[in-house]
């Protein structure tokens, strides 16, 4: 089962005809949601900012493995963001236990991705 964060992302994903499981936390997983997260193998996604790695910090820490979440993946959706477009991040550093490199390079980047930016990579990994 994949989960993602943002339930923007979860509703293109149904818009677009997935019918595989996909879970949305809405941000921090709600107790239920954590429950879910509990019983299943699942790839998570959120965003690329500091909150949403602290977030994501928390799910992979209860089993969940990471879904386009590693530092190759960062730099490959800040390329796509224009850089007119870009925000920077804000709030304090988080550490990536599953991708040592991703934090540095997000402090390197300064440049905050969320889940919608990428939503069509996403989309492909669940029509393939």
Do not use: K
Not at 84 to 111: F, Q
């Amino acid at each position: 089962m994949h989960a993602c964060e943002n339930p923007q992302v979860l509703q293109r994903l149904a818009t677009a005809g997935v019918d595989r499981p996909l879970a949305c936390t809405s941000g921090n997983p709600s107790a239920a949601g954590s429950l879910l997260l509990g019983r299943t193998v699942v790839r998570y996604h959120g965003d690329f900012d500091w909150p949403g790695i602290a977030i994501a910090r928390r799910i992979i820490g209860q089993g969940a493995q990471p879904w386009r979440l590693g530092c190759a993946d960062y730099r490959e959706a800040v390329e796509r963001l224009q850089v007119g477009r870009r925000l920077t991040l804000t709030g304090r550093a988080e550490t990536t236990p599953w991708d040592s490199g991703l934090s540095p390079a997000m402090m390197a980047d300064n440049v905050a991705v969320h889940e919608e930016a990428i939503i069509n990579l996403l989309l492909a990994d669940l029509i393939a």
